[in-house]
């Protein structure tokens, strides 16, 4: 995790460095920074520039000082808790550690007891669900890596359960672990699945978690998406075929077949394109992994496929994007078969996924 400090006395900085050295020996990326005239190395930036600086580039920031400072310091640049980073602040003698912003998806909650572990300080977490030691969605989502959709809706099961109240749970993906108490086991459509007697039935929820990678699947009247990192697309295309076009295709794949881009955990072809500047492009924007295989390893893949005499003659194996979505996805699942169009294949493979309750 990315964490900037920034402290605003001599006692802070002291306070800080002790952090600093904490943090750097359990495997974090760390700066220090100081915002004083009795500092001699204080930077000449403003705070507030600082803090637009950070916001762009770390996960974590750290005030050394007044609450105050802290939230005027923020608040020109806080968005949404699916994208600011984690906020903590800390008393300058180093004995409370507050988790400000992001306490869940961000990360801040864990990260204040980190730090106060580190200083022997007291940690401050406010959350609802940390106090009542609650089932989270959002911190269940991160500890999965999956991303999480319908945050009204996630609002609304944390305070469904907070009230004591049931809410589905329907998962497209086996899991491990127990359910939490107040999580019911739902089918697809959101009926309960827990046996019953007929005289003592269980209500259907009207609020519940889905952990799928398809859009439609809303089991709920009210349903939070946790979205695996579970599919893979496979690509194929002609020599030098523009990004724009690539970018069309793959944006059609995933439209024809349901799915969250978020759900992509790669981009896949046959080795002959790992220097194809338009799937590069498109890994680069879309922030996703492209990996590529021989052709010997694309022929190996076992299954059905659709095969092109054309695309055998031009790279050695009768289908790049199905059989190379398929192998990345660790022999996986293929959900969508080859699509055709303006020069690029595609193709869409799930890899087998358990979510995990801890």
């Known amino acids: 995790m990315k964490t900037a400090i920034l402290c605003f006395s001599l006692n802070g900085y002291h306070t800080g460095s002790r952090l600093k050295e904490g943090l750097a020996f ?32 770390a996960d974590a920031i750290v005030f050394i000082g007044a609450c105050g400072i802290a939230v005027r310091s923020i608040a020109p640049f806080v968005k949404s808790k699916k994208t600011d980073p984690a906020v903590l602040v800390i008393d300058e003698c180093g004995k409370f550690v507050i988790s400000l912003l992001s306490g869940h998806l961000g990360g801040a909650n864990d990260l204040a007891r980190t730090c106060a572990d580190i200083l022997g300080a007291l940690p401050v977490v406010t959350t609802a669900t940390d106090l009542h030691r609650c089932f989270a969605v959002d911190v269940f989502a991160k500890k999965n890596d999956c991303g999480i959709f319908h945050m009204k809706a996630a609002k609304e099961a944390s305070a469904a359960l907070l009230a004591g109240e049931q809410v589905g749970f329907y998962s497209d993906f086996p899991y491990e672990g127990s359910l939490p108490e107040g999580l019911l086991p739902c089918d697809r459509n959101g009926n309960v699945c827990l046996p019953q007697d007929g005289t003592a039935k269980i209500k259907r929820p009207e609020i519940g978690i889905a952990v799928t990678i398809y859009k439609n699947v809303l089991p709920f009247s009210s349903t939070v998406q946790v979205v695996p990192r579970a599919a893979v697309l496979g690509l194929g295309c002609k020599k030098g075929r523009e990004a724009a076009a690539v970018r069309e295709a793959a944006e059609d794949c995933l439209k024809n077949t349901g799915i969250y881009r978020e759900a992509l955990s790669s981009i896949a072809s046959v080795d002959l394109k790992k220097a194809e500047a338009g799937i590069l492009a498109l890994s680069k924007e879309w922030e996703i ?32 994007c199905e059989r190379s979505a398929v192998l990345a996805a660790g022999q996986g699942k293929l959900i969508q078969k080859k699509i055709k169009g303006c020069g690029v294949t595609t193709a869409l493979a799930v890899r087998e996924r358990r979510i995990r309750f801890e």
Do not use: C, M
């Open 26 to 57: 359990k495997g974090f990326d760390v700066t220090l920074d100081g915002k004083s005239k009795y500092l001699p190395e204080s930077i000449k930036i403003s705070h507030h520039l600082w803090t637009e600086q950070q916001f762009q580039n």
């Open 289 to 320: 992994p492209f990996e590529t295989f021989a052709k010997e390893e694309l022929s190996a893949v076992p299954g059905e496929f659709t095969p092109s005499s054309f695309v055998r003659q031009v790279t050695g194996v009768d289908n790049v």
